[in-house]
């Protein structure tokens, strides 16, 4: 059987290329969404409604009579297309597959805009999370294809902008895209949060010069100087410990990430900024933290950081596997915490901070215990200056021991 895989534009047939047109013309079958498949219903050819890769992969197998089929899939091909999956499974039957490429709703949105789309990143939050206000953070302009659950619609990605810094970016929502009632809303990302609109829609987002946050260090590199958090009487990690420990974790810009004791939510926001693309999970039991990593996260826009209330281990149950976890403090249950991250993530990097010996003891014993390996334990002493009169002295601060290990996984 050939089969051919149709890059069907935005939706409106008459979007459709000619190459496309005459491969639909031909095909004995068409399978695809119903959305897709309804303009050609009126033919009398054979149409099955099918969305999953490996269903239209089975259906097509079981259909022998059958030389030429299409299958119908929005968009481009190459652009978030179910095609990346199926064409793989269909060659591995036996079939002869090929694709034609569409027309991608990036292109069409913003050709309807009147915008050049060369510099737009290109997202979907269809059918995935992801994070808007992260992504418009690192790239400035993003384009997003929307799904119907919630955080995924155009209105909750305009909200998790608000929300993360960015409630005055500037965005279009498209609705309707190439059907008849199509409509195109533009304002600032807080007068669009929250809003419905019909699908399909797209989302174009574009950052203001800087981003709404109070912060003014405009630097990404880690050890953020103390002064720039709102602390009150919660315990912090100071800035040279922070910039030991991140290097520790290796983190990467996609990771969830779990800063288990997070306090004012120092490490937090220094996670949040590196892993623009991932997730930070703050887990902290004293309510005093909890407004403070807050308005922390705020201040410097880590839209990606979510404020966990609870006492760990309890407080980690719900939440994603971690690719690392830093323990600021574990009030006295360190190997249970460093037992529940090795267990949603056999390979997990954990860096862990003990200030009394007797912490450094259990956090060790406990590394050697689990199922961790390449083990490690460093001490980091810093001393600051200090005016005294017209000279300076250094200041010694108090030393802070980061043990680090990464679980065994296959190793085990």
């Known amino acids: 059987m050939k089969v051919t895989l149709v890059g069907m534009g935005p939706g409106n047939p008459e979007l459709l290329t000619a190459a496309a047109r005459r491969a639909v013309e031909e095909a004995e079958l068409l399978v695809g969404a119903p959305r897709l498949l309804e303009p050609f219903r009126g033919t009398g050819k054979p149409c099955r409604e099918l969305i999953a890769a490996r269903e239209i992969a089975g259906f097509l197998a079981s259909q022998a009579g059958v030389e030429r089929a299409a299958v119908l899939l929005s968009g481009d091909v190459g652009f978030y297309s179910g095609a990346k999956n199926l064409l793989p499974l269909l060659r591995e039957g036996g079939m002869e597959a090929s694709c034609l490429c569409g027309i991608s709703t990036l292109q069409y949105f913003c050709a309807l805009l009147g915008r050049p789309w060369e510099g737009v990143f290109p997202a979907s ?3 995935r999370d992801c994070d808007p206000a992260g992504l418009l953070r690192r790239h400035g302009e993003v384009f997003f ?3 119907s659950r919630e955080g995924q619609t155009p209105g909750g990605i305009c909200a998790a902008l608000r929300d993360g810094g960015f409630p005055r970016a500037e965005v279009w929502v498209g609705s309707r895209l190439s059907y008849p009632g199509e409509a195109v809303a533009h304002g600032p990302a807080e007068e669009l949060a929250g809003r419905e609109f019909p699908a399909p829609a797209a989302v174009l987002a574009r950052a203001p010069e800087a981003p709404a946050a109070e912060s003014s260090w405009p630097w990404r ?3 953020i100087p103390d002064g720039e958090f709102l602390r009150g009487e919660v315990p912090m990690t100071k800035e040279e ?3 030991v420990l991140l290097g520790k974790l290796r983190v990467a810009p ?3 990430l779990w800063d288990v004791g997070a306090g004012t939510g120092s490490v937090s926001v220094e996670l949040a900024l590196l892993a623009r693309e991932g997730r930070v999970f703050a887990v902290e039991r004293e309510p005093a933290a909890w407004p403070l990593i807050q308005a922390n996260a705020a201040r410097f826009g880590a839209g990606n950081l979510t404020l966990v209330k609870g006492e760990a281990p309890a407080a980690l149950e719900g939440l994603p596997a971690p690719d690392a976890v830093f323990v600021g403090g574990s009030g006295g249950s360190l190997e249970a915490i460093l037992a529940a991250a090795v267990e949603k993530n056999p390979r997990v990097r954990v860096v862990a901070a003990a200030v009394t010996l007797e912490t ?3 956090g060790w014993a406990a590394l050697e215990k689990l199922p ?3 083990l490690e334990a460093v001490q980091v002493s810093a001393a600051r200056t200090r005016k005294a009169g017209r000279s300076h002295l250094l200041l010694a601060q108090n030393p802070v021991f980061l043990l680090r290990g ?5 190793a085990l």
């Open 372 to 374: 961790f390996r390449d």
């Open 221 to 223: 590199s880690s050890g």
């Open 125 to 127: 939050a269809h059918g």
């Open 145 to 147: 294809l929307t799904g």
């Open 360 to 362: 450094l003891a259990r």
């Open 241 to 243: 410990v922070r910039s």
């Open 406 to 410: 990464e679980g065994k996984g296959d």
């Open 254 to 256: 996609g990771d969830t």
